[in-house]
């Protein structure tokens, strides 16, 4: 009876956390938490820079994902910095045809929590848990005289 108690308050304390789903409106990349739309503007190989990182996870369903996420370009693909332009403007990607600009449109919206966030959260979950069995098992002791 407890265990059920205490996995519907589990339950639905998560369905009431607020959860957030990625922006499909457009084909992006997704570098350092940033989301970068994919250009049709073709980059000359003189202006890419070193490489910054590469697609470490793809899909073409919405959903929400994370680390370096595409929804157009597959796990493996390149991602470069411009000559003279800041992170924070644009980067490239290269495309068996070259290299194609990707505009920042601003941060990824499409991770829900981070690693960190959710142990915390499972922590204070399971001593929320413990507490409320403690004081019910007192509680019981003490009407039934200690036994």
């Not at 997704?30 to 000359?44: F, L, Q, S």
């Not at 829900?112 to 929320?128: P, Y």
């Amino acid at each position: 009876m407890l265990l059920r108690k205490s996995l519907l308050v589990i339950i639905l304390f998560c369905t009431l956390v607020p959860t957030v789903n990625a922006d499909w409106a457009r084909a992006f990349v997704v570098y350092a938490g940033n989301t970068y739309e994919i250009t049709n503007e073709k980059v000359d190989a003189d202006n890419i820079g070193k490489i910054i990182g590469q697609v470490t996870s793809y899909s073409d369903k919405e959903g929400t994902y994370s680390g370096n996420f595409s929804n157009v370009y597959p796990v493996g693909t390149k991602y470069y910095m411009l000559k003279g332009i800041e992170l924070g403007e644009a980067i490239a990607v290269k495309t068996k045809d070259g290299y194609i600009r990707c505009n920042f449109v601003g941060k990824y919206e499409g991770e829900f929590m981070d690693t960190g966030k959710l142990i915390a959260f499972l922590f204070v979950a399971i001593l929320f848990i413990i507490r409320w069995y403690n004081i019910r098992e007192k509680k019981r002791l003490k009407a039934n005289g200690g036994k």
